[in-house]
């Protein structure tokens, strides 16, 4: 059974500074000579590219809804069997969401360490640290570290209101040195912060001063009883993956899927004017920031002159958000720009300043079949997967398209986002973790013959 040294950032809720602070953890335990494997809960995509910077490995998504218990259960274990250290960082607060972050130490019994921001607290941080060690006795509690300290008497003041029972961590004084800029989305992409490295290094330099230092107590991860084979219904397939700073909301494990299904992949750059790699079977757009950079995209015209001949040809492309507005005829920005697009899937789309929608989300694979009998469905019509995942975006699309079918609420069942099919294109504004559903997503990319 393997074993390793392994403890949770958590929070009271989100903006306490956990991805700051996993990340300068990651990058002092690097800088140590140890092996470190970084995991974040739920969906995420843009903390993990900052924390893949900080360890220097891949960092994976963990949730027991999206990825699934045994799945989670079968990372940390191979994470046990590699690293010197694992750090699994939170989301939102610590019991927030239905499976919480909570709910995810619990079941694997990793320690929890608060991050409690202490700006315009004083003792009432210690009855905030006090209600997240107490709230739920199933949970290992670890200890507690004060971020955000603004003075010796503030760091005396918040003391001074914790319990004798509580384990302190320390403290991080009010430092722009090393806080991580944000926009609507979330944290600005790894690639998009100049001094990155400047600021995970001065942050591992402060955290290296507490004792979130030292390292956690090594906690037992057993591999899953059940072994899952992955079919290879990709075999000799090439996939095309678009991959830049328009085209990165990537989940590392949706790559690995394509790979054990089979398929080889390709990566090439819409931003760059690159074309779709030669001899690639399908085409893959992931989400991202398209409505950042709609102007550089609408002046690369070797890109965009290959993608429409790739659909042009009948061969498939899967869309998904950032992706799909890529494919649409215009996208117009927050400031009212509109820009044209590649217009092979009719609509136009537009990003408002708040929010549009947010939350898991799942897709049976029967409901595609059930919802329109006279469209053409993905092979594999005997499975009856449910592809996980979430959706998370700013813009609005008008389209003449009916939808395939709709993925549906996990909870309540509600009506969620659309999967629409136009000949070899299908899109959503879902972002699907593809391990939940292998044999659907391998229908995705192919048809079989007639």
């Known amino acids: 059974m393997p074993s390793c040294p392994a403890l949770f950032i958590s929070a009271p809720a989100s903006g306490q500074g956990k991805t700051t602070l996993t990340a300068a953890l990651a990058r002092f335990h690097r800088r140590a000579g140890r092996r470190v494997r ?30 699934g218990e045994d799945a989670c259960r079968r990372l940390l274990a191979q994470a046990a069997s590699e690293a010197d250290v694992i750090l699994i960082e939170g989301v939102m607060g610590l019991f927030d969401g239905t499976p919480s972050s909570a709910d995810l130490a619990s079941v694997f019994q990793v320690p929890v360490a608060a991050v409690i921001s202490a700006q315009s607290l004083a003792q009432t941080f210690g009855a905030i640290a006090f209600g997240l060690s107490h709230f739920r006795p199933d949970l290992p509690f670890y200890g507690v570290l004060a971020n955000r300290i603004a003075s010796p008497r503030h760091s005396d003041m918040v003391r001074a209101g914790i319990p004798d029972s509580i384990r302190w961590l320390g403290e991080i004084g009010n430092d722009a040195g090393f806080e991580l800029p944000d926009r609507h989305l979330g944290l600005f992409q790894a690639s998009e912060i100049a001094d990155l490295e400047a600021r995970l290094e001065r942050a591992a330099d402060v955290i290296g001063q507490t004792g979130l230092s030292e390292l956690p107590p090594p906690v037992h991860f057993p591999e899953p009883e059940h072994r899952i084979d992955v079919p290879r219904l990709l075999e000799g397939m090439a996939i095309a993956v678009a991959r830049d700073d328009a085209f990165s909301f990537i989940y590392p494990a949706n790559l690995d899927l394509l790979a054990a299904l089979g398929a080889t992949l390709a990566f090439f750059s819409p931003l760059a004017d690159e074309p779709i790699p030669s001899g690639a079977d399908a085409l893959y757009l992931p989400g991202g920031y398209p409505e950042l950079h709609a102007a550089t995209l609408a002046s690369c015209e070797l890109t965009a002159a290959s993608i429409r001949a790739h659909a042009h040809a009948g061969r498939r492309i899967v869309a998904e958000c950032g992706g799909m507005l890529y494919l649409i005829d215009s996208l117009t920005n927050v400031a009212g720009q509109t820009t044209a697009m590649l217009g092979l899937l009719p609509g136009q789309a537009t990003v408002r300043s708040r929010l549009a929608a947010l939350g898991m989300q799942q897709l049976d694979a029967r409901s595609l079949r059930r919802s329109r009998a006279d469209a053409p469905a993905p092979h594999d019509s005997e499975t009856d997967e449910k592809l996980t995942g979430h959706t998370f975006h700013y813009s609005v699309l008008d389209t003449s398209l009916v939808p395939l079918g709709h993925a549906t609420h996990p909870i309540t069942g509600a009506h969620g986002e659309p999967f629409f099919r136009s000949g070899p294109i299908v899109a959503s504004y879902m972002h699907g973790y593809w391990p939940s559903a292998p044999r659907f997503v391998a229908s995705l990319f192919y048809d079989p013959p007639e």
């Open 38 to 67: 970084v995991f974040k809960t739920g969906p995420d995509f843009l903390d993990p590219m900052i924390l893949a910077r900080a360890s220097g490995a891949p960092v994976y998504s963990l949730d027991l809804w999206m990825v």
